[in-house]
């Protein structure tokens, strides 16, 4: 098991330039996007939502 963990952690490298290019190829189409709801402090007020693009994958 140590041996095959050694040999990941040397091939991560390698695979690290293979992943970001995928994520750059499906960056153009899929507009990602975090919406955050914050609860009201009584029960009388209302929910806030707010959503903000998330930045590219690089």
Do not use: C, H
């Not at 499906?26 to 996007?33: D, P, S």
Request: proline residues 5%; neutral net charge.
């Amino acid at each position: 098991i140590e041996a095959e963990f050694k040999q990941t952690l040397e091939g991560l490298p390698t695979l690290q330039n293979a992943v970001k290019a995928a994520g750059q190829a499906n960056a153009g189409r899929i507009r990602r996007a975090q919406a955050l709801a914050q609860a009201p402090s009584s029960r009388q007020g209302d929910y806030q939502f707010s959503q903000e693009e998330v930045m590219p994958f690089v």
